[in-house]
């Protein structure tokens, strides 16, 4: 991995699920409450910390593109959810927004 340059998209595993977990509620306080919340696959992106572009499946059909940030060690703040796309689909790409 080239430091600065987003992974390939990968499977989402339990970390990013995890990951997708912990800022669910800042979402669903802008959006609305979402009968699924699954991690399908994810890019990240080392920065002064590090940028996870998560693709979580909301319900049968829609997806939502989330992009979270994650601050260094030593700063000991939460995940902060910077930024997301609503109405997506199975086969939209993880692209940077």
């Known amino acids: 991995m080239m430091c600065g340059a987003p992974t390939p998209t990968q ?3 339990a970390d990013t699920q995890a990951i997708a977990d912990q800022v ?3 979402l ?3 959006e609305k409450k979402f009968p699924m919340f699954k991690a399908v696959e ?3 992106q080392v920065v002064a910390g590090r940028v996870f572009f998560i693709k979580v499946q909301v319900d049968d059909d829609n997806f939502v593109h989330i992009r979270v940030f994650e601050s260094l060690p030593h700063e000991n703040k939460p995940l902060a959810l910077a930024s997301y796309q609503t109405h ?3 086969h939209d790409e993880l692209t940077y927004f």
Request: charged share 45%; glycine share 6%.
């Open 88 to 90: 997506k689909g199975r």
């Open 11 to 13: 499977p989402a595993t």
């Open 28 to 30: 669903e306080e802008k």
């Open 24 to 26: 669910r509620a800042q």
């Open 42 to 44: 994810f890019k990240s």
